[in-house]
Each structure stands twice: as C-alpha cells, then as structure tokens.
C-alpha cells in the first residue's frame, strides 16, 4: 500500500514496546477518543535514564507507527534528551508521514512530553520527604 | 484477495469490458458527425438510451447521459431549485445522511438563499413517510432522499415518499447510486420525478452514469457548449461508457432476483459471525438493507487500522473512521443514525459481490475477528472499557 512509507508500515505492523508496565513512575495520556486518537505511555526512570519504555494506542496506522518509533527513539536515553524528542524526528524516523497524517507525530511527542512531566511531578515530593 | 468493497465500485463485467473495448475500436466515430461512422455511433447511444430506460421504467427521451452520480445528482437538485425559483418556492427538503454530492450542493443552494431541512434517518436509517410530509411547505420545490444509503446500506420507502410528494405537487429525485443494479427500481411504480445512477456500482465503467428527468419538467443545464442529449448536456458523448453502461444494467437487471438470493444469505451469515464478536453492533436496519451491505461498529478500535490489518489479509474493505474520510469526523452517516463518535470511529463496511463464496465469509469473520482482538490488545480505550473506567457504549 502506497499511503505509508515502508518504515512506518513496518511499524504498525510490527509495533515495538507495546503494553504496559506495572510500575511505571512516569504515565502520560494524550488524545481523545472523539478525535480518533489516544496514546498512552509508560515509562521507567532509574538514574535518569528510561530503562523501558511501553505503548498502548487507539488510533490510525500511523499514529500506532509513531507511538512505536518514539518509544525506540527514547529508549536507554537520559531523560534530558527524550525531553528534546520533537515531532519531525519522530516522523523522519519513519521515512515521513502523510501532510494529514503528520499531527499522529504531534501526538508521540506530547505523549512521552506528558509521561516525563508526570515522572518530574513526583520528583520534588521526594525530594521534599527526604530533605524531612 | 476477496473483495469487499462493491459500494465503492465494483468490477467491470465481461459483457461491459467487451461492450467497451469494441465500440472504442469500431465506433469511434463522433455521433454528431453525419457520416456514417459518426450515424453508427449516434445509433450506439440511442439504443444504450433505450436499454437503460426499459430497465427503470422510463422513457428513452427521458433519460440524460452524465460523467456519473455526482453529476446526475448536481444536474436534478439544480433543475428542481430552477423551478422552484421561477415560482417563489426556495425550501428543499433531504436527509442527514445523503451523499456528498447531494449534501454539498444543498450547501451551495443554501447560499445562494435557499432554506433545506435535513430529515432524521432514525436508529435504523430509514426515513419516515410521515416525515416527509410533515416537513413540506407550501414553499418546498424538492424532496431528495437517496433510494439506498452508500454506507449503511439501509433502503428507504421510496414509493411512499414519492406518493407523499406527488400529492403535495413537489418535485421528488432520488439518488439511486447504490439501488440501481441491485434492487428493483421503477420510476413509475415508485414515484419518482428524477433519478440518478452510476454505472460503475453495477459493473459497468467509471465515469458515466445517468439522468433519469420525468417528462414536462424543465431541465436546467449545469454543462453549457454543444446540443448532445437534446441540448441537455453538453459534450461530446463518452459512447464506450455509455455502451457498455447499457451491457451492465441489462445484464444487473437480468440476474437481479438470483443475485439478491445470494448476497443476501451470504451478508446474513456474515452479520452473524461479525455479531458474535463481543461489544460489536450492526448499523443501520438488518433486513431492509442492501443485499450485500454489512456495516459494523466494534468498540475500542479506529478503523483506518483494521483495514490496514485486513488488507494484509487480503480483504479489501471501507470504514467511516475520521482518518478514512480525511476530515476530523466521523463518517456523517453513522453519525446521522446516532452512533457517537468514539464509535463511529470504529467502523466497518463489508460490501460483497455476488461472486462471494461462504469460505470467503467465514475467512472474513475469523480475520475481522482476529484483528479486532488484536487492536484491543493495546488499546488504551478498551483497557477503560474493560476496567469500568468508561462505560461500554455497544
């Protein structure tokens, strides 16, 4: 099929990091489901690297392609550098997206931005408990 | 590969594709030239003309060759808002879920003055009667309500309407796109004033279709130039499509009764098998559907990716998924018979030929089946749905 580029049919049909980890302690959900599409990742910071990381997306072809390749992007990354992932390398990975298709990028990178807020939301909390 | 997209189009037949390939090469003459291989070709029309009537119930004179459905479509609502005009009539009564080619040039008429009332199709896409009479004016100019619905399948009680609106004196056309071919349609039994169809939904080419105008009523051009087709529309006629349009909808109506016969138990027994799939529903009514019409709902799942799976299985389907259409939205029918759009978005229409076998449609029912469990495997919604996060809606 002619819609998508091989890399990113390669990736809806093989999509890496799928499901969930138990004891994530970074969550983010972006999306909705009136729009079609929803992404949800969960990741695992120990030492401010991302040990593993993992998808659940309802949505299009290529939005459960670049929920794939952002995991494979930010996986074994300091977190400082996941947080400079950007839509556009997200879609470069996957050899382009569609014009219409290029806001399920969009979505990848506000996913892993909201899973990384919520690792850094917990943080000061404790930091404070220790510092009691 | 089993293909299961006959709404979109459908295969050209043997009969349409030698129809075609032998006028093209034979008759290519332009049938407003007077010799005689432009006479040949003028013959070619009138006889495809007479052919296409005879099977509607129609007169030759009566029906006008067009590019396809859209035109047909344009042509009758703006010979229908012409009239109304002339007479101080601007209010046009539809539906909400009519094609585009119809809704769009409401839209245009809408701005250029015109009021339109868009009736509801109910759960079941079957509009009312009653309904319709109810909502006509005494300055409504046109009724226009599709014969069958292009993605649901649903067929509407068109000669009742046509009663209603023969009665109250009001222009009644019908978008017969998807009818023609597959159920029986007469313009006289059935009321109808105007009518449009599509060669390319029974077999035939793409490209063409036709104009069926009732008698007495004054038809307005949309394409000005030449006088082909009465000095109806212009242009110098496409006589393969036409010839070969004429094959197709003598052969469609020939073997229509056994046709009906086995698409109709073989989009039954699909219905089954997609019901049996958990948090699933039909849509649109289950009998008063096109015989080859199976459209479903599964929650949890967008559609553009189960077509995708399936494609890779080797079934050729449609959905009315937001990221199908191109648009945000869901598909405005589903959305017109209530579905709302976390469910529309999980849409899937199956229309088979009758060349379909049962073997097909049991590989069909363990493939959807197979790849809606899969996508539901990681679906962030169904994981809500299953946790009781949110409330199941199907």
């Known amino acids: ?132 | 590969m089993i293909y299961a997209d006959n709404a979109a189009t459908t295969r050209m037949s043997d009969t349409a594709i030698s129809t075609m390939t032998s006028v093209m090469k034979e008759m290519y003459g332009n049938p407003s030239s007077l010799y005689s291989l432009g006479q040949e070709a003028k013959e070619i029309i009138e006889k495809a003309r007479e052919d296409v009537a005879s099977v509607i119930g129609a007169e030759p004179r009566e029906i006008i060759f067009t590019s396809g459905g859209s035109e047909a479509d344009n042509q009758a609502i703006r010979i229908g808002a012409e009239i109304g005009k002339k007479n101080g009539k601007k209010h046009i009564i539809s539906t909400a879920f009519e094609h585009h080619a119809v809704l769009h040039t409401l839209k245009r008429l809408e701005a250029e003055g015109f009021e339109v009332t868009l009736l509801d199709v109910h759960e079941n896409g079957i509009v009312r009667p009653e309904e319709v009479e109810a909502a006509i004016r005494d300055d409504t100019c046109l009724v226009t309500i599709m014969f069958a619905n292009n993605e649901i399948g649903t067929i509407q009680p068109i000669r009742e309407i046509g009663a209603v609106c023969r009665e109250k004196k009001v222009l009644f056309h019908t978008d017969a796109v998807q009818a023609i071919g597959h159920v029986p349609v007469n313009v006289v039994d059935d009321n109808i004033d105007m009518l449009s169809s599509s060669a390319h939904k029974y077999h035939g080419p793409k490209g063409v279709g036709f104009l069926y105008v009732k008698k007495g009523i004054r038809i307005t051009n949309l394409i000005e130039g030449g006088a082909q087709e009465q000095g109806r529309r212009a242009g110098t006629e496409n006589v393969p499509g036409i010839a070969a349009m004429a094959a197709a909808i003598k052969e469609a109506s020939e073997h229509m009764e056994e046709n009906a016969k086995v698409m109709t138990a073989m989009r039954d027994k699909l219905i089954e098998g997609l019901s049996r799939i958990p948090h699933s529903a039909l849509n649109g009514d289950a009998t008063r559907r096109l015989p080859g019409n199976v459209n479903f709902c599964f929650e949890g799942i967008e559609g553009e990716s189960l077509l995708l799976l399936l494609d890779d299985k080797g079934i050729a389907a449609s959905s009315g998924s937001a990221c199908t259409s191109g648009s945000l939205d869901p598909s405005h029918v589903l959305l017109a018979i209530g579905r709302v759009h976390d469910v529309a978005h999980g849409s899937l229409r199956l229309t088979v030929g009758e060349d379909i076998t049962e073997e097909q449609i049991d590989y069909i029912i363990k493939s959807v089946k197979e790849v809606v469990e899969y996508l539901r495997s990681f679906s962030p919604v169904w994981r809500d749905l299953c946790s009781g996060k949110a409330q199941f809606i199907l």
């Open chain 1, 1 to 132: 099929m002619a819609l998508y580029s091989e890399k990113v049919m390669d990736h809806f049909r093989n999509p890496r990091n799928v499901g969930v980890i138990e004891d994530a302690n970074g969550i983010g959900e972006v999306g909705n489901a009136k729009c079609g599409d929803i992404m949800k990742m969960y990741l695992k910071i120990e030492d401010g690297i991302i040990v593993d990381v993992k998808f659940e997306t309802f949505g299009c072809g290529s939005a459960i392609a670049s929920s794939s390749m952002a995991t494979e992007l930010i996986k074994g990354k300091p977190v400082e550098e996941a947080m400079q992932l950007t839509n556009k390398a997200v879609a470069e990975a996957l050899d382009g997206l569609p014009a219409y298709k290029m806001h399920c990028s969009v979505l990848a990178e506000e996913a892993i931005q909201s899973a990384l807020n919520d690792y850094y939301s917990k943080l000061p909390k404790e930091d404070a408990e220790v510092q009691e």
